[in-house]
């Protein structure tokens, strides 16, 4: 007498139990972190702070966390995200320019550096804007921010190989 049996109540619970789970794990919130943006253009050289940054809410891993009181190597347009790249050590005077040049892999953004001009043995002081390749085998093309004249003398001799760079340890 199939009919007269009762239903297997306990295992249709349980199924139903795993499919809400299974759905409030994928419709349910997503986790969050806060992640500063520029409430006004933030132009280069300016100090980034909570005067010109609101904290909102952006998914958690879609941006890397920054701390603000650093000073902006370029211009944050309004609204935009306040990214790790943006932000740099050294406020540069505006009539500094900038070298594309080989930098060691020692070297980061905001290091202060020493360019030497082999031929000449000519020293020029500058501070490391961006980086070169990642790679610990190669140096790669970085960029150096320099006073004017010297940056005039640099850029001929770094195109032709003629510099060495060295790297401030402290």
Do not use: C, Y
């Amino acid at each position: 007498m199939l009919w007269l049996q009762t239903p297997p109540w306990g295992r249709r619970l349980a199924a139903m139990a795993i499919v809400v789970v299974a759905i409030w794990i994928e419709l349910g919130p997503r986790p969050v972190v806060e992640h500063p943006f520029a409430t006004t253009h933030i132009a280069r050289g300016t100090a980034v702070s909570s005067e010109n940054t609101e904290i909102r809410s952006v998914p958690k891993g879609l941006l890397t966390p920054v701390a603000l009181g650093s000073v902006a190597r370029r211009d944050i347009a309004e609204g935009d995200p306040v990214l790790t790249t943006d932000l740099g050590e050294h406020s540069l005077p505006e009539d500094w320019w900038t070298v594309s040049i080989e930098l060691p892999v020692a070297a980061r953004a905001g290091d202060t550096v020493r360019i030497v001009m082999l031929d000449t043995r000519q020293v020029f002081e500058g501070v490391v804007v961006s980086s070169g390749d990642s790679d610990p085998l190669n140096a790669g093309l970085g960029a150096v921010a320099l006073p004017g004249d010297d940056a005039a003398l640099v850029a001929p001799a770094s195109q032709e190989g003629r510099v060495a760079v060295l790297v401030s340890t402290g």
